[in-house]
């Protein structure tokens, strides 16, 4: 945790010296600067960095023909993809710090463009991306590698897709082929999906019906496994059935989370709302409509850790961007009024009170040594 700590120092001191113009370069560096300290990680044998290290080993020893006999490879083959490209090179290393900094630069670069789209200061955006890195779970994602980078890049082509409105058809084949990278896709391909298809009038049923999810998550891919013979619907119902069931000893994690999250998600979604119904035919509508949607599902999902931490992620990797654009939309038509000491705003008061919350649980974890190795 040490090295963590004087990484993030490293780079706030190093922030100071780039102007607004060159924070791109800035971004880029910072997530090379991660990259690295998930290099030089070393797993222990609880982690699952230490079985995909020793999938790795595999390749190099047996070839395609590792690939081909694992498991996950016939429902999820691009998952073997990347391992496969990843084997290649001379140590596992690089898988870790690979997938790092992809997640960390797409994160950033979207604030970036979200900042220079909407004349952000540069300490906003540097303090978006440093709340970023301070309450993003740097080391599941670490250990993960999969769950995480698949979100990481779903969240960067929805941004695209609903904000900027570019390359639409090629954010679609994106989001069907990170299903086949890991299965969690799939909830948001389904919420995506519902955005086509929501009025207004039905918004609030569909909230209804994500916050009772667990009742009936085990029922659809059933059906559609019924009535297809598509191989990845029968694993999805799988890993449904094994997620739901999930029990975890982690409460003080679970309930700080949890506590993180509602605060954040109660706050953000409230702004959303003053937005739209102060400004006409908001752009964002369906945006931050999916924001929600990711919200409510993670929040009722506290009974199944697996599922509730995963996209209690997911919600940490879009609120930069959510709120980079909320600060620069509300503080443009001068609806963020809402100070609490001197200049401190609402959105400056949330980013605090998140990182304490996660960083009092890190803390937690590395006192009573729960579950990382931090270095």
């Not at 880029?28 to 995909?52: G, I, K, M, T």
């Not at 220079?116 to 740097?138: E, Q, R, T």
């Not at 980078?149 to 695209?160: H, Q, R, T, V």
Request: glycine residues 2%; aromatic residues 22%; positive net charge.
């Amino acid at each position: 945790m040490l090295i963590f700590l004087m990484v993030i120092f490293f780079l706030y001191m190093v922030s100071l010296t780039f102007k607004r113009e060159n924070l791109n370069k800035f971004f880029v560096l910072a997530s090379l600067s991660l990259a690295v300290l998930a290099f030089f990680f070393e797993p222990f044998n609880e982690l699952d960095l230490y079985r995909h290290f020793e999938f790795l080993d595999l390749i190099r020893s047996y070839g395609w023909s590792a690939v081909e006999s694992n498991p996950l490879y016939k429902y999820q083959p691009l998952y073997g993809y990347y391992f496969y490209f990843i084997s290649f090179l001379p140590s596992n290393g690089y898988l870790p710090a690979i997938t790092m900094f992809i997640i960390y630069y797409l994160v950033f670069k979207t604030i970036y463009r979200v900042g220079v789209k909407n004349d952000l200061s540069k300490n906003w955006m540097v303090a978006l991306s440093f709340f970023f890195i301070l309450s993003f779970d740097f080391f599941s994602a670490l250990s993960g590698i999969r769950n995480m980078l698949a979100f990481g890049i779903f969240a960067y082509f929805l941004y695209k897709d609903l904000v900027e409105r570019k390359n639409r058809l090629f954010c679609w084949v994106v989001y069907i082929c990170l299903c086949l990278f890991h299965s969690s896709v799939a909830v948001l391909l389904l919420f995506r999906i519902i955005l086509l298809i929501s009025k207004k009038g039905l918004q609030y049923v569909i909230f209804g019906i994500i916050a009772v999810w667990t009742i009936f998550a085990d029922k659809l891919p059933a059906l559609l496994s019924s009535y297809t013979s598509i191989r990845f619907f029968d694993y999805l119902q799988s890993k449904v059935v094994t997620n739901i069931n999930s029990i975890r000893n982690d409460y003080f994690t679970a309930i700080l989370t949890f506590v993180a999250i509602v605060v954040l998600g109660v706050i953000m979604i409230f702004l959303f709302s003053k937005a739209k119904r102060s400004i006409k035919n908001y752009q964002y509508n369906k945006y931050y409509l999916f924001v929600t949607y990711i919200i409510i599902f993670a929040i009722t999902s506290i009974s199944n850790y697996d599922v509730f931490m995963r996209f209690s992620s997911m919600t940490i990797i879009l609120a930069p961007t959510s709120l980079a654009i909320l600060k620069a939309e509300l503080q443009q038509r001068s609806l963020l009024r809402f100070t609490v000491y001197k200049k401190l705003d609402i959105i400056q008061l949330l980013l605090i009170l998140i990182i304490i919350i996660r960083w009092g649980m890190l803390f937690f974890i590395y006192k009573n040594n729960l579950s990382y190795n931090f270095f």
